[in-house]
């Protein structure tokens, strides 16, 4: 296995140009909502609004202005799938079509998915979506095949001011570290990690430098597996079978000596 | 200065461009300078894409960039730092024109109330073109440097050799005083200019706050000097105003007072449009220049011969006096072995204009039906600059051309236009043949770009265009081709001038010549220039150039890019190696001569020793200059040694004298020649404008041009029909009128919908709801669009009045997969009187819910 990578995105540094999203688009050759036939969102510089199976890369723009302006900040992240160590999709894909590869990523595999939308609703991040020219469901793969050649993913190709970086976690998290030390020395203390350590899901192979709380990005502050109910749902299962058993006892008790 | 430069920038201010909006590639330097600690200032109307990774952002009404810069000036000129620090007088009296002594006659506008002396009516040259607009203008006599008295001239002899001819221009120097004390001292004449441009007046011109003016003005100070330097980046928000070259031009002043000129992570950017729009003013599609920033030809100057036009255009000390060759290499380039000594190297062949041909007048020409035709490559006038009144212009053609990559709105005008559609136009009335030509993209051809760092880098073609498309070079070649045959045999004197054209670009690639595309490297070649004798020996650089016609070159400030038939020097690619302190002098070649900062023996002090370690770029080794940059200086010309009396060119510059394309080889701060609007910088307001002139009583620039036909009418000043400022943009998603990123789905899916910005205050006070359509007027127009609410932005308080802006991006219109009105429906043919640029950044407007 090669080393783990992934992405860590500093979105001290993004300045919303989107050029990740279009050259992901670009280079997954993922269609454009309505043909491009779209209407004003309101929201901000947003238009495309969440990651989907179209949407691998998508940039948030959330404006903070107090009523005088005296404090203002307009916040960008370029959001992408997280690549979870401990992944929710993979857990649930019931035929097999999700997988971790030799990098560490997490991967759909088109041609196994059989569109039973499971996955979706176990990403705690809400980065998966049904790509309606397929049918099938999909998401970022970290351009898996561009690794497989030695080239970095479209989206950190384009990013023109660094925000996305791309490398092994060991090189990416001394990056993340180097850079918080030098937003602290500048004042900037509310900066942190979202994602870099093993408490989140094992650790997530995309992480991100943030300045608020995960929830102002939509981020989920304690994301979860679909398998930490299993616990819960075991002993509701047996309990439920124990239920339907007793009940076909009582049920069919006088069946045998009973006239027909 | 040039992009990169910016990472070694201490503090980088972006006035005038929203840099990480339109420049995002660009804009990775100064956001590396931000990581290595730099301080990033953003002075805008909007809280913008720039603005978010900015430490400051100061907002400043749209249309008073000048009274916020003067206002720094004025800071820097009375701080005790500037006062006390013996670098900022070292390179002042030294570097600058601060010690001349200007003439008596000169009156300022401290003097004037706003206008300075020579102001007189304006009155047109010639009756075949009425056309240039202005509304007064200067005699710029009174504007003069002191001087003594100029003997009398002696009737210069006609060259070549041009060396008699240039040697008699020569006048007495000016007078100096380097104690700077004498009051009629540039230095002292600009002190007292700035003098009411205190923080008080600049908040109240500009509604920014006097404290975030002051945290602004603390930074750059304190970011300026031996070892630190700041840089200025702008764009097309400090160009389009009736007063944009003034507005640079006070930039300009304030970074040569901090010393911010010459040196690494200095100076002043200016950010070109992308792709080649500085290419494209060096070999230039500009009407009054020619190749290399020559004056074209003009029936309105004295330019009657070759002869006349050397002694009107050249200046005899400085690099300029070296015009006769960059002149006579041109016309070999042109006319080839029929210029000859004899007859003035054709230069009678050549056009002449007479008067301003530029976009604006033309198209009001085109109104007045005295234009036949248009070429229209790479524009799309239809949703241009006051659109309805191009659109009419267009309708009065005979014929038009368009090629392009799609179907423009241009294209399309009289089928799909809003006159068409609201039925006060038919299509069958509209009597202008339309042809439209399919266009190849960049990566389908061979050629180069020049981009905003003056540097050319080639492109290499990857694929075929499909179909019919052709390269634009096709279709100059086999225009100029077809043209070449047509005048052939006639017998006018007017078309000597075409059958004597040099035109040999046919590619001799037999695939590319069957479809008949030229060959780029010929037409490199040609630019680059080459010894007439031996067209395979090119010219290795513009100092090989000779005023006798032994040497061809159609544009001498990029000769040099392609010394030898097998090395040309735009397509390398060869990176300095990580962390080395260098210019990349490897990657691509930069006019002139591959350097990257001009005038960069500003970079070194005095005796030609690096100002200091951190900001070390050229110096003096003992022998001759060197550093990481190509000098901009004569190689071996030692630090301290005199001017020659007497002398031209280069050696009537002394070594200290660092500006070596001016005759007196300093900076100016103050310019007693070639604007037609001031030697300094004055605030006035927008030709439309929400309050009187707070600093002076004259209202606008007094030199501004308009021209006024139907359609064109503009908004009085406290007309209450139109309270609002508007401000134009471009966004990120979207790329000028949409022409290429408006059939794009990809992009189109990112920004789907024409809107307009407006604060909450604003929304609420017109009861306007987020993405409510809304109605925008100005006295031209009227247009729909979506409002986007957005805290971004802010109210102004302009002395003492509440004042909203209302922002709108300029990239639709009716063809393409997202179509919406032209923002430039409402803009008004107004424009600035040096460059007939228009005033799309500031003007008067009103909103309404539709």
């Not at chain 2, 040259?125 to 203008?137: A, I, M, R, T, Y």
């Not at chain 2, 950017?269 to 500085?278: F, K």
């Not at chain 2, 559609?421 to 339309?434: F, H, M, N, P």
């Amino acid at each position: 296995m090669a080393e783990p990578m992934g992405f860590f995105t500093d979105t001290t540094v993004c300045i919303g140009c989107k050029a990740c999203e279009v050259a992901c688009k670009e280079w997954n050759q993922l269609p454009a909502t309505n043909g491009g036939h779209g209407t004003l969102s309101g929201d901000s510089y947003d238009n495309t609004r969440q990651l989907d199976g179209i949407h691998w890369r998508h940039v948030k723009f959330i404006e903070q202005f107090s009523p005088d302006r005296s404090q203002g900040r307009w916040l960008m992240m370029s959001d992408v799938c997280k690549h979870c160590v401990r992944a929710g999709c993979l857990e649930v894909c019931p035929t097999g079509a999700i997988i971790r590869t030799e990098f560490d990523t997490v991967v759909i595999q088109s041609d196994m998915c059989n569109g039973c939308r499971d996955c979706i609703g176990a990403c705690p991040f809400g980065v998966i979506g049904v790509n309606p020219v397929s049918g099938t469901a999909q998401k970022c793969t970290l351009c898996y095949d561009r690794m497989k050649v030695g080239l970095e993913p479209a989206c950190a190709k384009a990013c023109p001011t660094k925000s996305i970086n791309f490398g092994t976690i060991v090189d990416l998290k001394k990056m993340a570290q180097a850079r918080m030390g030098q937003l602290q020395q500048t004042g900037e203390t509310r900066a942190y990690l979202y994602g870099d350590d093993e408490s989140m899901l094992g650790g997530l192979n995309s992480f991100y430098l943030l300045v608020d709380k995960p929830q102002v990005y939509g981020l989920p502050p304690d994301p979860q597996l679909p398998s930490r109910n299993l616990k819960a749902s075991a002993v509701w299962s047996v309990v439920g079978a124990v239920v339907v058993g007793l009940m076909s006892v009582f049920s069919f008790r006088n069946r045998g000596g009973g006239d027909v | 200065m040039y992009p990169r430069s910016m990472v070694d920038s201490d503090c980088v201010v972006i006035q005038g461009s929203n840099m990480a909006e339109c420049h995002p590639v660009a804009f990775r330097w100064p956001m590396q300078a931000k990581l290595k600690g730099a301080k990033l200032i953003h002075v805008d109307p909007r809280f913008t894409r720039t603005s978010a990774v900015a430490d400051i952002h100061a907002p400043i009404r749209a249309g008073s960039d000048v009274a916020f810069l003067g206002g720094l000036v004025n800071y820097v000129l009375q701080s005790e730092r500037w006062k006390r620090d013996a670098f900022f007088r070292e390179f002042v009296v030294n570097y600058t024109n601060a010690a001349t002594i200007v003439g008596d006659e000169f009156k300022d506008t401290e003097d004037l109330d706003g206008v300075f002396s020579g102001l007189m009516r304006y009155a047109p040259s010639v009756k075949e073109w009425p056309l240039d607009g202005f509304v007064g203008q200067y005699d710029t006599r009174t504007w003069q440097y002191a001087a003594a008295p100029a003997g009398p001239r002696a009737t210069p002899p006609a060259g070549p050799p041009f060396d008699p001819l240039v040697r008699s221009l020569l006048t007495p120097p000016p007078r100096r005083d380097e104690t700077l004390q004498q009051p009629r001292t540039v230095f002292q004449i600009v002190k007292r200019h700035f003098s009411r441009y205190t923080p008080e007046m600049v908040e109240r011109v500009t509604g920014c706050p006097k404290e975030t003016f002051l945290k602004v003005a603390e930074t750059i100070l304190a970011n300026s000097g031996r070892d630190r330097t700041t840089s200025f980046a702008y764009a097309v928000a400090w160009t389009q105003h009736t007063n944009g070259p003034q507005t640079i031009g006070c930039c300009a002043l304030l970074q040569l007072l901090l010393g911010n000129i010459g040196r690494p992570g200095a100076g002043v950017m200016a950010l070109r449009g992308h792709a080649s729009i500085q290419g494209s003013t060096d070999v230039p599609t500009l009407y009054h220049s020619i190749h290399g920033y020559m004056n074209h030809p003009s029936a309105l100057k004295r330019h009657d011969s070759l002869r006349d036009w050397l002694l009107t255009e050249t200046t005899p000390r400085g690099y300029w006096a070296n015009t006769p060759k960059f002149m006579v290499s041109y016309l070999k380039s042109m006319y080839g072995a029929a210029a000859t000594k004899e007859n003035d190297f054709g230069y009678d062949w050549h056009p002449r204009i007479i008067g301003d041909h530029s976009h604006l007048p033309m198209f009001v020409a085109m109104n007045e039906g005295r234009v036949k035709g248009l070429l229209c490559i790479g524009q799309n006038p239809a949703t241009s600059l006051n659109a309805s009144v191009e659109r009419k212009g267009l309708a009065r053609l005979e014929w038009l051309v368009v090629k392009d990559n799609w179907l423009t709105e241009t294209a399309t005008f009289w089928q799909n236009s809003p006159e068409i559609k609201s039925g006060q136009l038919r299509s069958q009335d509209i009597r202008t043949e339309v042809f439209f030509f399919p266009a190849a993209q960049v990566a389908e051809y061979d050629g180069s770009f020049t981009n905003t760092q003056r540097m050319l880098q080639w492109h290499f073609k990857a694929a075929n265009p499909p179909g019919d498309c052709r390269t634009d070079l096709w279709f100059t070649h086999q225009l100029a081709r077809r043209l070449k045959q047509m005048y052939a045999h006639s017998t006018l004197p007017r078309d000597e001038g075409f059958k004597h054209l040099v035109w040999e670009y046919d590619s001799d690639d037999p695939h590319e010549r069957e479809r008949g595309e030229p060959d780029a490297h010929k037409i490199l070649k040609e630019i680059n220039g080459y010894y007439t004798d031996q067209p395979d020996r090119h010219l290795a650089g513009f100092g090989d150039l000779k005023d006798d016609g032994s040497t061809t070159c159609a544009s001498w400030i990029y000769c040099g890019v392609f010394p030898a038939p097998d090395r040309n020097l735009a397509a390398r690619k060869q990176a300095d190696p990580p962390g080395a302190p260098g210019a990349q002098l490897d990657w691509g070649w930069a006019w002139p001569a591959n350097r990257r900062i001009l005038y960069n023996r500003a970079s070194a002090d005095r005796e030609g020793r690096p100002w200091s370690e951190r900001k070390k770029w050229v110096w003096w080794d003992g022998a001759k200059w060197t550093g990481y940059d190509v000098p901009d200086f004569a190689p071996t010309k030692a630090p301290l040694s005199k001017a020659a009396p007497d002398a031209i060119g280069l050696d009537a510059l002394s070594g200290t004298e660092p500006f070596i394309m001016k005759a007196d080889g300093v900076g100016w701060l103050y310019v007693p020649g070639g604007l037609a609007d001031g030697p300094l910088p004055a605030h006035y307001e927008p030709v439309e404008s929400p309050v009187p002139n707070p600093l002076y009583r004259q209202q606008s620039s007094p030199v501004l041009k308009y021209w006024k036909l139907d359609g064109n009418a503009l908004a009085p000043l406290g007309d209450q029909r139109f309270p609002h400022i508007m401000t134009t943009y471009r966004l990120t998603e979207h790329y000028l009128s949409g022409a290429m990123s408006r059939w794009s789905p990809w992009l189109t899916e990112l920004q789907p919908e024409f809107f307009v910005e407006i604060s909450p205050e604003l929304a609420a006070e017109k009861g306007i709801g987020n993405t409510d359509w809304i109605a925008v007027s100005t006295p031209r127009g009227r247009i729909r669009a979506k409002a986007l609410v957005t805290r971004r932005m802010r109210v102004f308080t302009i002395d003492g009045r509440t004042v909203h802006h209302v922002g709108m991006p300029f990239h639709w219109g009716y063809q393409g997969l997202s179509t919406g009105d032209a923002a430039n429906e409402l803009t008004a043919l107004v424009g600035d009187p040096n460059v007939s640029i228009h005033e799309g950044k500031a003007f008067m407007c009103n909103v309404e819910k539709a």
